[in-house]
C-alpha cells in the first residue's frame, strides 16, 4: 500500500479551524495522510504516535478499496462516515492493546462520542463497541 506523510498544512490548518475540536487531529486525503506537527517530534510516545498512524492508514485503506463510494460516503452519509471512522478507531486501539497498552474504555468512549465527524454516536454506544472490539481481538 502507498501513502505519502505530510505535516499539517495549509489544508489540515483550515479542516482543523473550522470542523475539528481535537489537537491530536490528523488528516487522510486519499493517500496523503496530514499530521499534526508532534507528530514529528522526537518527544514523545511512539506508540501513541503509531497508533494515529494506523487509524490513518485504515482510512488510506478504505480509499483504495472503495474509491468514489468512500469519498461520497465520507462526505454525504452519516452512517457510511461511521463506519469508516470507527474501523479507523477499531484498528487505533487494538495496535494499543497489543502493544501492551492498558486503555480506559470510558476515556475512549468519551474520545470517539466527542469527535466532531462522529457528533452521532453517544458515549454508550462507544462504550459498548469499544467492549466488543476489545473481547473479539484485544
Known amino acids: 500500500m502507498h501513502y505519502r506523510l505530510h ?11 473550522f ?5 491530536v487531529f ?3 486525503l486519499f493517500s496523503h495522510i496530514f499530521l ?6 522526537e518527544e514523545g510516545d511512539e506508540i501513541e504516535k503509531q497508533a494515529l498512524l494506523r487509524h490513518e492508514i485504515e482510512h488510506v485503506r478504505q480509499w ?3 474509491r468514489l463510494s468512500f469519498i ?3 462526505l454525504f452519509s452519516a452512517e457510511k462516515r461511521r463506519i469508516y471512522e470507527l474501523e479507523g478507531f477499531r484498528v487505533q486501539i487494538l495496535f494499543l492493546l497489543t502493544n501492551g497498552r492498558k486503555i480506559s474504555v470510558d476515556e475512549w468512549a468519551y474520545s470517539i462520542s466527542d469527535y466532531s465527524i462522529l457528533s452521532f454516536i453517544s458515549v454508550d454506544e ?4 469499544i467492549s466488543q472490539w476489545i473481547e473479539a481481538d484485544g
Open 64 to 66: 483504495q478499496r472503495d
Open 36 to 41: 499534526p506537527s508532534w507528530f514529528f517530534e
Open 7 to 17: 505535516r499539517e498544512g495549509i489544508i489540515w490548518w483550515f479542516i482543523h479551524r
Open 19 to 23: 470542523f475539528m475540536k481535537s489537537p
Open 126 to 129: 462507544a462504550r459498548s463497541i
Open 26 to 28: 490528523a488528516l487522510t
Open 72 to 74: 461520497v460516503g465520507y
